[in-house]
């Protein structure tokens, strides 16, 4: 009889073995389809600021040639290109 506990405690071990690393098995699934979301997320993120950033630059070029630029217009707005015949 102990050798017939003996091969039920080895499968039951085997058993938990097997159930433990699928479960693991999940779980880096998981955090690996989390992982590439959140840096998909990040990298859209980074697209929409540098949009956003083309956007308000475009808007101080606009206001610049409609009035007197503002302070905060950047200062190659604001120059003139310098030709080659001024003499």
């Known amino acids: 009889m102990d050798g017939h506990?003996?091969?039920?405690?080895?499968q039951s071990t085997a058993d938990m073995t097997a159930?433990?690393?699928?479960?693991?098995q999940q779980m880096q699934n998981r955090f690996q389809t989390m992982s590439e979301s959140i840096i998909s997320k990040i990298d859209e993120m980074g697209n929409r600021i540098?949009?956003?950033?083309?956007?308000?630059n475009e808007l101080r070029t606009?206001?610049?040639q409609e009035g007197s630029p503002s302070p905060a217009?950047?200062?190659k707005a604001v120059e003139e290109?310098?030709?080659g015949d001024d003499s």
């Open 50 to 56: 540098d949009e956003l950033e083309q956007s308000i």
């Open 62 to 64: 606009e206001m610049g």
């Open 81 to 83: 290109p310098k030709s």
């Open 19 to 24: 159930f433990v690393q699928n479960l693991l």
């Open 5 to 10: 506990d003996g091969d039920n405690s080895k």
């Open 73 to 75: 217009a950047p200062l």
